[in-house]
């Protein structure tokens, strides 16, 4: 058994609990487990559904819901952290970032303070909630955050881990969830570490690099599309935003013939934007940005649906790496 | 001299000082927010003086009471007090805004005393009862208090905050409104009113209580006797004037940020001592 395996299980999680079903559940799951053995770790909710009859109920006395009240929700959090408690403040990635960025840029990130935002409806998660619910710009800004480290799990699994990772990591920890059950990336757990890339797959054609649930699982499907043609895909889930894993994307630069960035977020300021900023400075290559274009979506339908109006499709990862491999649109090596 | 021992002689001695040090404070190169520091100084000397449970000495000590400076720009006063107190020399106050000075415009947290930083309006009470929340639920007697200026009301997420607070019960929380009357382009009342206030706060479940914020005697009999009622937060409704003490900036939104020239430091300061000659 991994160390990563031990914990959870020490914890009481069963892994199929935890590996089916939407990360936003693993992590309910794993804070209630994580608060059972700590009395500091607090659950600061905002009227969100969905701890009042589990954490609620078993630790009333570490549960505090704000209501409907970002502001508040982040001040208070950084209150109760700077007297020595661990809250998980609760809300949705929009809210979190553009409503309440003020007090996320100065009471939480600015302050240092042990926060861990755990922020669901990530990208296009909430889809056919319309634009309101969007958080296509938040990587953007959490970006721009120096103190905050902000974790983008691919799947239920690996934000469990990551609920885990930021429950004890020194500083301010944003952790971003969507919210339906999204496609299982990782058949077994393995050590989740802040900061460091995944290589879901080895190759040294071309290098794809994606975050994100849909992102990471639209890769892997690109990549068997790409190794049909005979090209030998490196995929990499960078589930770490910040700080970024730049000796992974180093290698990949030297290793292949480019990067393709792959993200549910606007092609502006996330991962496409963090990846060009390392290669240009570090070791040039080619880095083509699938990402949701830059126009104000107001088209009603699912996540996929979203996606794939948008740009993000296994096909624009496919046509991408190809440009950089240099290889036809429709043909392949062989 | 123990802390309950001091005298209100003693506490008014510590106000000047800390009137004349907002003073220099605002002949320092980049001046200073004159008036709303002037206005705050008596509530500020009584708690530090008389009040809160504190080592300046040592302070993070764990048994502390906290103080949260929501109206941030009142760093002057602040800087003033906290150094007449002992957290650090009351000679570092000349260093206000200087390069490289930990006295920066708005208060930070690497100042000896400084719980968070401030100065975005519309923070500090919620940062605030986050603490006292903490306090309250893990058992620790520690008490909160929070410096709100009156313009400051108007940013909505003090009232989340207000919100938030009675429903949690936080009788250990105590939110001070410096109700100077104006802010940046008027009276307040002018502006977005903000009146009735006491009621605002009583309909929001808060203990109200009014109180002359200038009275050193009534500030300490106030907070000697909070809180107000058991299992609801206190607010002190504070009347003071904005520039009190300096008959050129009291009552007058000119004084809410001033760079003093030396010969209007030398103005503000011979009216300042005049008035202390005239109430001894």
Known sequence: MTAAEERLVTAGASWAALYTGAAREACRHTLLELARTDPRIFCVDSDMGGFEDGFAAELPS???????????LFGVSAGLAAAGLVPFAHTMSAFATTRACEQL??????????????????????????????????????RTMPLLTVLVPADAGEAALAMRAAAYHPGPVYVRLGRKATPRIYREPYDFTIGASVRLADGDDVTVVATGPLPVHYALA???????????VRVVNMHTIKPLDRSALVSAARDTAGIVTVEDHLVVGGLGG????VVTSEQPCRVRRVGIEDRYLDSVGDERELLEESGVTVDRIVREARVLLGAAPAGSRT | MTRADVSTQELAERAHRARESVLAMGATEHGAHVGGSLSAVDILTVLYGSELRVRPEEPHWAGRDWFVLSKGHASAAL??????????????????????????????????????PTGSLGHGLSLACG????????????????????????EGSNWEAIMSASQYGLDNLTAVVDRNGWQISGRTEDSVALEPLADRWRSFGWSVVETDGHDLEALRAVFGALPAERGRPT?????????????????????????????????????????RRNQR
């Open chain 1, 62 to 72: 570490q549960y505090v819901n704000v209501g409907i009240a970002e502001a508040n």
């Open chain 1, 105 to 142: 840029k100065l009471d939480v990130a600015g302050s240092a303070l042990p926060v861990r935002v755990v922020a669901t409806h990530g990208g296009l998660s909430a889809g056919h909630y319309g634009p309101s619910h969007h958080a296509v710009q938040d990587l953007a800004i959490l």
């Open chain 1, 222 to 232: 690109a990549r068997d599309v790409l190794a049909a043609g005979g090209f030998s």
């Open chain 1, 274 to 277: 963090a990846v060009s900023e």
């Open chain 2, 79 to 116: 800087y003033a007090v906290l150094s007449e107190h002992g957290y650090f020399p009351p000679e570092e106050c000349l260093e206000y805004g200087r390069r490289h000075s930990r006295l920066a415009g708005h208060p930070l947290r690497k100042v000896p005393g400084v719980e968070f």
């Open chain 2, 131 to 154: 603490v006292a929340l903490a306090m309250a639920r893990t058992g620790r007697s520690n008490r909160v208090f929070v410096l709100l200026g009156d313009g400051e009301l108007q």
């Open chain 2, 235 to 275: 607010v002190v409704l504070a009347g003071t004037l904005k520039g009190r003490g300096v008959p050129i900036f009291e009552d007058n939104r000119k004084s809410h940020y001033v760079q003093l020239t030396p010969r209007l430091h030398e103005r503000a300061l011979a009216g300042l001592r005049a008035r």
